[in-house]
């Protein structure tokens, strides 16, 4: 089965499977994004785009709360919804840290 390089709200779950989804380049981005995340120490962190479930299942890992929020409701993020309404979709005072990470460049520049 073929799927194709962008996430969307039908992108089926298998999309984000291992051998489909992760790449050397991926795994490095996250290892980024969780050295970030760490050296600023926050206790409440929202990730944006849940992708495989790396980087969310790393911080929970090591005591954080990660709430997550994806636009595809088969990956069951805990808040389901498009980035673009995030203000009406989150309580972003809840969290000290938003992580959005590979995640704008889905959105086309004339609704950003």
């Known amino acids: 089965m073929m799927y194709t390089q962008t996430p969307s709200a039908s992108q089926p779950k298998e999309y984000y499977l291992f051998e489909n989804y992760i790449s050397r380049q991926r795994m490095l981005t996250y290892w980024y994004q969780i050295k970030e995340v760490l050296s600023l120490r926050p206790n409440h962190?929202?990730?944006?785009?849940?992708?495989?479930?790396?980087?969310?299942?790393?911080?929970?890992?090591?005591?954080?709360?990660?709430?997550?929020?994806?636009?595809?409701?088969?990956?069951?993020?805990?808040?389901?919804?498009?980035?673009?309404?995030?203000?009406?979709?989150?309580?972003?005072?809840?969290?000290?840290?938003?992580?959005?990470?590979?995640v704008l460049h889905h959105i086309p520049y004339q609704e950003l």
Request: charged letters at 20%.
């Open 45 to 102: 962190v929202l990730e944006i785009g849940v992708g495989a479930g790396l980087v969310a299942a790393y911080l929970r890992s090591v005591g954080i709360n990660v709430k997550t929020l994806d636009i595809n409701s088969d990956l069951r993020p805990d808040y389901c919804g498009s980035i673009l309404q995030l203000n009406e979709i989150v309580d972003k005072a809840k969290f000290d840290l938003i992580l959005c990470a590979r």
